[in-house]
């Protein structure tokens, strides 16, 4: 189905765990070429939010659209299921990939496998096809060279370019990172967001947590800033991190501008 709205859309969405209300109502829409950073205090819900876009969490208020089509839908009870089954929710969800904060490479599998393993697993590709793609994706993160190399070989930012790569692969028309420098070394967040801002120039449509202010007010189309599982603020970077309008938003930023 073609749609000419935002990519992603959050409606409402909400969620829980327990007695605990991570997600208090979001709205949040993402359009092509856009690329939104979520900022706030640890335990705001930013990470939620993020794996509730892509279903590795149920939501269970609200709604969450991707180009227009319902991903899942807000049951009666707490767990969220599509009326037409999981099979929907893979192909509603196709348009997205996620980077992950961990990495999450397989540790018995070398560089390319990793990078083919969605594709053939996922996507049922052919081998052949899976590799020409994956050689590519691993190019572009500058990586083709430790193709047959296991992650433990690595460091964590060569590590996370496979990440970024095995996402890529998938060519993605929204791409979710999660906090994707925080579990590297300080030496090594550089060459991370090097690539990061690379796809923003290329035109990637991204949604990113992450705790890199500056990247964030040099990057972003828009900032939304989060606490207490609702969004406080949102709007051009420009704006957002020169003039913040709430207490909460201002003493955030203190430490940083
Ligand atoms: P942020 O990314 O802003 O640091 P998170 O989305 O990780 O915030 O966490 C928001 C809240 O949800 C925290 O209170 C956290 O403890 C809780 N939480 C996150 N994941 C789970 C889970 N799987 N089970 C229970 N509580 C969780």
């Known amino acids: 189905m073609m749609s000419n709205g935002p990519i ?3 409606r409402n969405v909400g969620k829980s765990f327990g007695s605990n209300r991570v997600l208090a109502g979001i ?3 993402v359009n092509a070429g856009e690329i939104v950073t979520l900022i706030g205090p640890s335990g705001s819900g930013k990470t939620t939010a993020l794996r509730c876009m892509n279903f590795l969490e149920a939501y269970d208020e609200g709604e ?3 180009k227009g089509q319902l991903l899942g839908y807000s049951g009666t009870g707490r767990e969220l299921k599509h009326r037409d089954g999981a099979g929907l929710i893979a192909e509603v969800r196709r348009p997205l990939a996620m980077v992950f904060q961990q990495f999450n490479l397989w540790p018995h599998l070398t ?3 990793n990078v083919c393993a969605p594709l053939v697993l996922g996507k049922k590709m052919s081998r052949d096809d899976a590799r ?3 050689t590519a994706a691993l190019a572009q ?3 083709l060279e430790k193709a047959q190399a296991r992650p433990a070989r690595l460091s964590g930012g060569q590590q996370q370019r496979v990440g970024i790569a095995r996402a890529l692969a998938l060519e993605p028309e929204l791409l979710l990172l999660d906090e994707p420098t925080s579990a590297l070394d300080p ?3 550089e060459e991370v967001l090097d690539v990061i801002k690379a796809l923003a120039n290329n035109g990637m ?4 947590v992450t705790h890199e202010m500056s990247f964030a007010a040099k990057i972003s189309s828009r900032v939304v800033f989060m606490a207490d599982g609702s969004v406080i603020e949102s709007g051009a970077p420009a704006t957002l991190f020169r003039q913040p309008q709430t207490e909460r938003l201002k003493s955030f930023l203190a430490p940083w501008f």
């Open 141 to 143: 993160v500058g990586m």
């Open 132 to 134: 020409k793609k994956a």
């Open 111 to 113: 560089v390319l496998e």
């Open 187 to 189: 030496e090594r967040v």
């Open 64 to 66: 969450i659209l991707i």
């Open 8 to 10: 992603l859309e959050l």
């Open 27 to 29: 709205n949040l829409a």
């Open 205 to 208: 449509t991204m949604v990113m």
